[in-house]
């Protein structure tokens, strides 16, 4: 564990000892088992600020950077939540389980975003966000050549097209916060069965 991570670290666990009235009694999960709903959290947190984003850029009269901004941050934390980085091994969402039969509807502004996600943010693909012409330049007289580039970026979609993917973000808030719920009985189960009183006790906050 690096210094700023245990720094941290220390600094969640005095935000939660702060909160905590004398009411309750709070436990840190082992970080094996708190995994999964540290993932939906993430996920939830995604997912409001891609509502928000799409809020703003439907009501707002922006500079293009902001504007842009926001895209690409709504595009890539999408993303975030149907890919997973192989060494942390956090919970990710699929696509079979979210958009099956009577969620099939989303799908196309899934596909739409995921298509994006990898050849407008991730990588430099083929698509209608960003297209370019290359032409050659010459003087009449000179016969001097300059090679140019024109090229438009869309920066933003349509007010429909936002409003369709605020509607999918809802839906998939509802199946992070299912999974969330699932994840979180779990732990409650496993903390219960594989620790002694003594064991709970040492993890106490």
Not at 43 to 68: F, G, K, Y
Not at 76 to 97: R, V
Not at 115 to 141: C, K, P, Q, W, Y
Request: charged share 25%; proline share 2%.
């Amino acid at each position: 564990m690096t210094q700023e991570r245990e720094k941290v670290i220390r600094q969640l666990i005095e935000k939660v000892k702060q909160e905590n009235n004398g009411e309750y009694l709070d436990f840190a999960i082992p970080g094996f088992l708190a995994k999964g709903i540290i993932g939906y959290q993430s996920m939830r947190a995604d997912l409001q600020l891609m509502i928000s984003a799409c809020e703003i850029l439907s009501s707002a009269n922006l500079h293009p950077t902001i504007v842009a901004s926001l895209w690409h941050t709504i595009i890539g934390a999408y993303g975030k939540c149907f890919t997973d980085a192989k060494s942390a091994k956090h919970p990710k969402l699929e696509p079979s389980e979210c958009f099956a039969k009577d969620n099939i509807k989303f799908l196309e502004a899934h596909t739409e975003i995921m298509e994006l996600r990898h050849n407008f943010i991730a990588h430099r693909g083929s698509t209608d966000e960003e297209i370019g012409i290359g032409i050659v330049r010459m003087n009449i007289e000179t016969l001097q050549r300059q090679i140019k580039v024109k090229q438009i970026k869309r920066i933003k979609p349509s007010s429909e097209k936002l409003q369709s993917y605020i509607k999918l973000f809802n839906f998939l808030l509802i199946v992070v916060e299912t999974k969330y719920e699932v994840s979180a009985n779990k732990i409650a189960k496993y903390l219960v069965e594989a620790f002694t009183a003594k064991e709970l006790a040492m993890m106490r906050i």
